[in-house]
Structures are given as structure tokens and as C-alpha cells.
């Protein structure tokens, strides 16, 4: 069974950092694209970045500007989104998921986790 558990969420003043971790089990890591999304409240659902841990390949979308980046711990079966200049519009649940192939459309990602809070304010 495909799990994936999104942790590392919390309140952080505009301006900090945060890394949200993503905790794969059930599956083949290097077979799946891992992407992390996030919702804002009243808002719809947004790819954020996803990566391909088997050749390493990264995709980031243009929502965050550069203030993201995604890394993976295969060792580990863990995907990382480290969260940098933190402003109040970040402020969102954030979820992984996995699919087949590198992309953000949320539709084409079967597995999800729960998501994780973070709240950007001062």
C-alpha cells in the first residue's frame, strides 16, 4: 500500500524558513515522482515543486518565485521542501503526493498524503 505522511509544519514569523518533509513507504521509491502541493484557504489546490528521484530531475512551478527547493533522501525514502523567505500568502496546508511521471496537474497524481499546516504570521 502506497503511504505517504507530510510532516514539518508549524507557524513561522514572514521572512523564516521551514523544511517539510515527506515520508514514503509501500512502493518503489525511484518509480514514482513525488511533488508537493499546497491549499490555501478558499483557494484551489496548487502544484508547488515535484521531483523525479530516480535521474534527479526537478520541476518547480512559479508560484514561490524561487523561495523553494525540493530535495530527496532516497536512503531514506524522503522527499524535503525547504520553504525560505517565508511570506504571509504561503500561508497553506501542503501535501505530497506521488505519481509517474514529472508534472504538477494534481489530477494526474493517484497518492496522496495528509497535508501539513503552515502558518506564516507575525
Known amino acids: 500500500e502506497v503511504q505517504l505522511q507530510a510532516s514539518g509544519g508549524g507557524l513561522v514569523h514572514p521572512g523564516g524558513s521551514l523544511t517539510l518533509s515527506c515520508a514514503a513507504s509501500?512502493?518503489?521509491?525511484?518509480?514514482?515522482?513525488i511533488g508537493w502541493f499546497r491549499q490555501a484557504p478558499g483557494k484551489e489546490r496548487e502544484g508547488v515543486s515535484c521531483?523525479?528521484?530516480?535521474?534527479?530531475?526537478?520541476y518547480y512551478s512559479d508560484s514561490h518565485e524561487g523561495r523553494f527547493t525540493i530535495s530527496s533522501d532516497n536512503a531514506k525514502n524522503t522527499v524535503y521542501l525547504h520553504l525560505n523567505s517565508l511570506k504571509s500568502e504561503d500561508t497553506a496546508v501542503y501535501f505530497c503526493?506521488?505519481?509517474?511521471?514529472?508534472?504538477?496537474?494534481?489530477?494526474?497524481?493517484?497518492?496522496w498524503g495528509q497535508g501539513t499546516l503552515v502558518t506564516v504570521s507575525s
Open positions: 521531483i523525479d528521484s530516480s535521474d534527479g530531475n526537478i
Open positions: 509501500g512502493f518503489t521509491f525511484d518509480d514514482y515522482v
Open positions: 503526493a506521488a505519481t509517474y511521471a514529472l508534472g504538477l496537474d494534481p489530477t494526474l497524481y493517484p497518492y
